[in-house]
């Protein structure tokens, strides 16, 4: 039985519950809802969250022990040269057994005692799920039963389903602060195992970009170099060219259709418009690679100019329209922020429409319209996919456009590709590469908030 199924099965019960606990409710008053302390609804929410909440919690904690208890039943089945095997080794062997049991493919040969293993790790599976499914459910009937039984005319349904709810919403809140955490410090302690290995100023003003280290100390490049200066740069560029193409054509498009645009042609063009956003940044990278470089090449060509296969200008343009309705719409909700009174007493004064966004429109907008672009930028640097389809890997400092350039987002996936050892210099410098852009991009964010914040008080 599949968790997902168990799942569709208490959303089921919950539904059910809901409409018993509100049908009770109502027969307890005689249909008189002035007679019950909350609204039928809450009760048959407060009857809904006896039936769901328990079993729900049940099947999480099931599923956290599920697979430690089955492996250690498996491996209690081993023979005992088995079991004695280096844990590195055991771990490799239990693999096996999990994928020849799911029907994936195996490592090596599949003999009798792999085979009576895996048959053992199915059978657990299955008598785990089968057990999962059968108390869940008795947990989830027995508390909704409960529930529905204790309705009464002064039951606080209300507040108690407010509390469900308000914890519910603090639970939500502290996972992600603690997990941001998290994220913060994994990357924080690894980076500082990277500085202790190249000193930090080699990273920060280093002009060679080279992490490729030798797996004896007699090659040549045993050591790498890991200057980032070429790898901010391209980034920058990218970011540079992309929102030179998304800023104008946004903040433009946005202008058109808070102004001038008419209600029936706003509502087909800014859906269209945001149909941008939605689309996978592969098919973007798949875009530039195939469409956008080449033809660049072939204009550089024409023109008698050297553009590389693989340009910063291919992907930042691209980048560029990707990033267009991130602009365009938070400009759109700016511009229309602009209180009528504004347009209104431009006008009074005799000022034209054009006028009266130049003059009063924008200037009372731009700091909105500032922090969305910079958020934007933000989007930009984090950008990856299009970067490793359309300008390449080469890390070269360069300001020229038509060169190949990477990106930091790039060679944090190239460096973390495949199977890596978290004690070389090479691939721990994707932590400190991480650092360093998760503090520009927090520093960017925090001042788009900023002045995001500064304008909202202005008009609020």
């Given amino acids: 039985m599949h968790t997902s199924t168990l799942i569709i099965v208490l959303l089921g019960l919950m539904s059910l519950a809901y409409y018993l606990g509100r049908k009770r409710s109502l027969n307890l008053v005689s249909g008189r809802v002035r007679d019950l302390h909350s609204l039928p609804s809450y009760y048959g929410l407060h009857t809904a969250l006896w039936c769901g909440i328990p079993a729900i919690l049940l099947l999480v904690v099931w599923i956290s022990f599920e697979g430690s208890v089955v492996t250690s039943l498996v491996v209690d089945s081993l023979p005992q040269e088995t079991q004695n095997l280096p844990p590195e080794r055991l771990n490799l062997v239990l693999n096996d057994i999990r994928n020849l049991a799911t029907g994936d493919i195996v490592s090596t040969t599949v003999d009798e005692n792999m085979q009576q293993a895996a048959d053992h790790y199915a059978g657990l599976q299955s008598i785990s799920n089968m057990a ?6 008795s947990l989830a009937i027995m508390a909704g039963y409960i529930a529905h039984r204790s309705i009464s005319r002064q039951q606080r349904a209300r507040n108690r389903v407010e509390k469900a709810v308000n914890f519910f919403l603090l ?21 500082i195992r990277f500085f202790q290995q190249i000193p930090v100023t080699d990273f920060i003003f280093g002009l060679e970009w080279s992490p490729q280290t030798a ?33 104008p054509i946004g903040l433009l ?6 102004e001038y645009a008419g209600r ?3 509502s087909l063009a800014k ?10 940044t592969v098919v973007y990278g798949f875009f530039a690679a195939l469409t956008v470089a080449p033809f660049f090449r072939d204009m550089g060509a024409t023109l008698g100019l050297g553009v590389s296969s693989e340009s910063a200008l291919a992907a930042g343009v691209v980048m560029g329209i990707m990033i267009i309705p991130f602009v365009s719409s938070l400009s759109d909700d700016v511009i229309n922020a602009v209180p009528q009174a504004m347009r209104d007493g431009s006008y009074g004064l005799g000022a034209t429409r054009s006028e009266t966004i130049r003059q009063v429109i924008v200037p009372a907008a731009l700091p909105g319209i500032v922090g969305g672009v910079l958020l934007a930028v933000s989007r930009a640097i984090g950008e990856t996919m299009i970067v490793v389809m359309a300008a390449g890997l080469s890390a070269n400092l360069t300001a020229n456009p038509l060169e190949a350039v990477t990106t930091v987002t790039v060679q944090i996936v190239t460096l973390l590709v495949g199977d890596q050892e978290f004690d070389s210099a090479k691939t721990l410098a994707a932590f400190a590469l991480a650092l360093v852009l998760f503090v520009i991009t927090l520093a960017l964010n925090m001042i788009a908030l900023h002045i995001v914040r500064k304008y909202r008080e ?3």
Wanted: glycine fraction near 8%; aromatic fraction near 10%; avoid cysteine.
């Fill in 132 to 137: 999962m499914f059968v108390v869940a459910l």
């Fill in 171 to 191: 639970s939500s809140s502290t996972l992600a602060i603690f997990t941001t955490i998290g994220i913060v410090l994994s990357v924080l302690f690894e980076s």
């Fill in 215 to 247: 797996i004896r100390l007699d090659q040549v490049g045993s050591s790498g170099v890991f200057g980032a200066i070429p790898l901010f740069a391209g980034t920058f560029l990218i970011t540079l060219i992309a929102m030179v193409v998304a800023v």
């Fill in 253 to 258: 498009s946005a202008i058109y259709m808070a």
């Fill in 264 to 266: 029936h042609f706003r």
């Fill in 271 to 280: 859906p269209v418009l945001e149909v941008l956003a939605g689309i996978p």
């Fill in 458 to 460: 202005q008009y609020e």
